[in-house]
């Protein structure tokens, strides 16, 4: 088993800048074996996929709706996935959660393990 515990959510104005972070729990596996993924849903709508990187960190990959501005990054040594998040606007308000799966996807379905989420809102 592994525990996700997200971190650093909050309100915020468009055009601001915000970081998450998500530490992972002690499993069975290193958490550099696991690739971890950003999600977030907004009220009335469906969890989507925000970004996602690799176990080692050397592949990333994003949203369309948030490329240039989200940044995804990981430190294996304190089991640790952040996304640093830039030049928000409203339509980035929504819970994120972070999450663990063995491989890279952007599909929910494959991530195993996720945290309880944490809420971004941007103000206009």
């Known amino acids: 088993q592994v525990q996700l515990v997200e971190s650093g959510g909050g309100l915020v104005q468009a055009g601001g800048s915000l970081t998450l972070s998500c530490t992972a729990s002690?499993?069975?596996?290193?958490?550099?074996?696991?690739?971890m993924g950003w999600f977030r849903q907004a009220p009335g709508k469906e969890r989507e996929f925000v970004a996602a990187?690799?176990?080692?960190?050397?592949?990333?990959d994003y949203a369309d709706s948030v490329k240039g501005r989200f940044t995804i990054s990981r430190d294996n040594a304190k089991n640790t996935v952040y996304l640093q998040m830039n030049s928000l606007k409203p339509e980035d308000t929504a819970v994120y959660y972070c999450?663990?799966?063995?491989?890279?996807?952007?599909?929910?379905?494959?991530?195993?393990?996720w945290g309880q989420g944490t809420q971004v809102t941007v103000s206009s």
């Open positions: 002690a499993s069975g596996r290193a958490f550099s074996t696991y690739a």
């Open positions: 999450a663990a799966a063995v491989v890279l996807t952007r599909k929910t379905d494959a991530y195993d393990y």
């Open positions: 990187i690799s176990g080692r960190g050397t592949t990333t």
